[in-house]
C-alpha cells in the first residue's frame, strides 16, 4: 500500500500534453477570475529560496490585497515548511499546486501573469542561469528576478522584467506590485524578453513535443 495523502495536499492537478487550454488550467489552479496571477514554479529548497516568494505574498495579506494571488507549483523539501507557514498566517493567497508534466509547462506560464524567481544569496550561484527564467521569458512573461550575477544581467539587457537583490522580501512585494499597476509596462517586459526565451531555445527551454523548439514561441498562449 502506498503512503496515505497528506489532507494538507491540494487535489493532484494533471494536464495532458500542449493542449492544455489556459482557461481552464487557470480554473483548475483555483485562481479567481481577474486576479493578478504570481507564478513560481520549480524546486523547493537547495539553492531557490522560495521562501521569501511566500513572505512576499503574506504582506500582501496583511496589506488586504486580495487581487494578487500567488501559484506556487513543484517540490522540494522544503514544500512542507512553507505550507505550514502559509496555513499559519492564514495566505489564503497562496496555492500551492504540485508538480506538473512537462508538456504542461507552456500552458502553466501562460496562465500566469508574471513569473517570480528567487535564488540564495550565494557567491557562486552568481553564474547561475535558471532554466525557468528563460522559459518564463519565451511565453513572453514579465520576470521578477530575486538574484545576483549573469542571470541579473540577462534580465536586465534584454529589460524583460525587474530585478530586486536576493532574499528581500519587501522588494519582491515592490516589484510585483509594479507590474500590477503597470499592465502595459508588464506586457511590454513580457514581449522585450520573448526574443531572449526564444534564443535559448535549444539549450534551455526547447518545447516537450518539439525540442529545439521554443517553449512558446515569444508569446504566450491562451488568453491574457
Same mark, same amino acid.
Given at each position: 500500500? =502506498?503512503?496515505?495523502?497528506?489532507?494538507?495536499?491540494?487535489? $493532484?492537478? $494533471? *494536464? *495532458?500534453?500542449?493542449?492544455?487550454?489556459?482557461?481552464?488550467?487557470?480554473?483548475?489552479?483555483?485562481?479567481?477570475?481577474?486576479?493578478?496571477?504570481?507564478?513560481?514554479?520549480?524546486? @523547493?529548497?537547495? @539553492?531557490?529560496?522560495?521562501?521569501?516568494?511566500?513572505?512576499?505574498?503574506?504582506?500582501?495579506? #496583511?496589506?488586504?490585497?486580495?487581487?494578487?494571488? @500567488?501559484?506556487?507549483?513543484?517540490?522540494?523539501?522544503?514544500?512542507?515548511?512553507?505550507?505550514? @507557514?502559509?496555513?499559519?498566517?492564514?495566505? %489564503? !493567497?497562496?496555492?500551492?499546486? +504540485?508538480?506538473?508534466?512537462?508538456?504542461?509547462?507552456?500552458?502553466?506560464? %501562460?496562465? *500566469?501573469?508574471?513569473?517570480?524567481?528567487?535564488?540564495?544569496?550565494?557567491?557562486?550561484? !552568481? =553564474?547561475?542561469?535558471?532554466?525557468?527564467?528563460?522559459?518564463?521569458?519565451?511565453?513572453?512573461?514579465?520576470?521578477?528576478?530575486?538574484?545576483? +550575477?549573469?542571470?541579473?544581467?540577462?534580465?536586465?539587457?534584454?529589460? +524583460?522584467?525587474?530585478?530586486?537583490?536576493?532574499?528581500?522580501?519587501?522588494?519582491? /512585494?515592490?516589484?510585483?506590485?509594479?507590474?500590477?499597476?503597470?499592465?502595459?509596462?508588464? #506586457?511590454?517586459?513580457?514581449?522585450?524578453?520573448?526574443?531572449?526565451?526564444?534564443? /535559448?531555445?535549444? *539549450?534551455?527551454?526547447? /518545447?516537450?513535443? $518539439?525540442? +529545439?523548439?521554443?517553449?512558446?514561441?515569444?508569446?504566450?498562449?491562451?488568453?491574457?
Amino acid at each position: 500500500m =502506498g503512503a496515505r495523502p497528506d489532507p494538507r495536499d491540494p487535489p $493532484r492537478l $494533471r *494536464a *495532458a500534453g500542449s493542449g492544455v487550454e489556459v482557461a481552464n488550467l487557470r480554473a483548475k489552479l483555483g485562481v479567481a477570475p481577474g486576479a493578478f496571477r504570481v507564478l513560481y514554479a520549480g524546486t @523547493f529548497g537547495m @539553492f531557490k529560496d522560495t521562501r521569501w516568494i511566500v513572505e512576499a505574498a503574506a504582506r500582501f495579506k #496583511r496589506e488586504g490585497n486580495e487581487r494578487v494571488q @500567488f501559484v506556487v507549483a513543484g517540490d522540494g523539501n522544503e514544500r512542507r515548511k512553507l505550507q505550514d @507557514f502559509a496555513a499559519e498566517n492564514g495566505l %489564503s !493567497n497562496v496555492r500551492f499546486v +504540485g508538480s506538473f508534466p512537462k508538456a504542461a509547462i507552456p500552458a502553466l506560464l %501562460s496562465a *500566469a501573469d508574471c513569473v517570480v524567481i528567487a535564488l540564495k544569496s550565494l557567491e557562486f550561484l !552568481n =553564474g547561475t542561469l535558471p532554466r525557468k527564467m528563460f522559459e518564463a521569458m519565451s511565453c513572453a512573461k514579465p520576470v521578477v528576478l530575486a538574484a545576483a +550575477g549573469e542571470a541579473e544581467e540577462v534580465v536586465r539587457n534584454a529589460e +524583460g522584467g525587474i530585478v530586486v537583490p536576493p532574499e528581500n522580501t519587501a522588494r519582491i /512585494h515592490d516589484a510585483v506590485m509594479s507590474l500590477l499597476t503597470n499592465p502595459e509596462q508588464a #506586457r511590454a517586459r513580457g514581449r522585450r524578453g520573448g526574443g531572449v526565451g526564444t534564443d /535559448h531555445a535549444p *539549450a534551455q527551454n526547447s /518545447h516537450p513535443e $518539439r525540442p +529545439g523548439r521554443p517553449l512558446c514561441g515569444g508569446r504566450a498562449i491562451g488568453p491574457a
